[in-house]
């Protein structure tokens, strides 16, 4: 099992430039989430999908949408991309109480 | 106040040492709580979790004061392979309600 996968795992867009990263977990899991971290600020969540066919917004989700394409994959797409989105992006799927993380996706907006 | 709450160190503590940390959070209707393990640059995995009973996997012990409101983790018998930041993980009811604290960074000296 590859777990949860992510990619690209790095990126640099110029402002005002879109881009989607992907991620695909193969475990089966319901639910799936979008994080990202900043030095100082912690994990913070952008959107979760409780299961396949429902996203919700999470603490900061201002700039981002998000797709549940199927069990497997949970993209995040960022429409018009701002230096304040530079940022490491992990996404995780969960299994009763464990978050299962990506790798990250590193991303620099100039 | 931030909902939890961690001293981001760094720790240095030599090799054989016993290290403690601590992490408050503030609402007291959380139900489950973790500490996770990142590596600089990886992304977090789950260490243990957390009950008022204690918990205890080898050398590290994890316990909950839900009175005080804070969960802590003793790190006996240091290694230079526990050289990490630890992310104390709160969550409440609901898929979305998984918070992170910004983590404690341990750096074990030879």
């Known amino acids: 099992n590859a777990g949860v996968t992510q990619t690209p795992k790095f990126q640099v867009l110029k402002t005002g430039q879109s881009m989607t990263l992907q991620c695909a977990q193969d475990?089966?899991?319901?639910?799936m989430y979008w994080y990202r971290q900043d030095p100082g600020m912690g994990l913070r969540l952008i959107y979760y999908s409780a299961s396949e066919g429902t996203t919700d917004k999470g603490e900061v989700p201002n700039g981002y949408n998000v797709s549940r394409l199927n069990k497997r994959e949970f993209s995040l797409r960022l429409e018009s991309a701002a230096p304040s989105q530079t940022s490491v992006y992990f996404c995780?799927?969960?299994?009763?109480?464990?978050?299962?993380f990506g790798p990250g996706t590193r991303l620099t907006v100039t | 106040r931030k909902e939890v709450e961690q001293d981001p160190g760094p720790f240095n503590v030599p090799e054989g040492a016993t290290v403690a940390f601590n992490c408050t959070y503030s609402?007291?209707?959380?139900?489950?709580f973790f500490w996770y393990r990142q590596d600089c640059r990886k992304e977090p995995k789950l260490l243990m979790s957390v009950y008022s009973s204690g918990n205890e996997d080898g050398r590290f012990t994890a316990q909950l004061n839900r009175a005080s409101q804070y969960i802590s983790l003793l790190i006996r018998d240091s290694k230079l392979s526990d050289s990490a930041t630890y992310l104390c993980v709160v969550k409440g009811r609901g898929y979305q309600k998984v918070t992170f604290g910004i983590g404690t960074k341990l750096q074990v000296i030879p």
């Open positions: 475990m089966n899991h319901n639910s």
């Open positions: 609402n007291s209707a959380s139900q489950s």
């Open positions: 995780a799927s969960m299994l009763d109480y464990e978050q299962y």
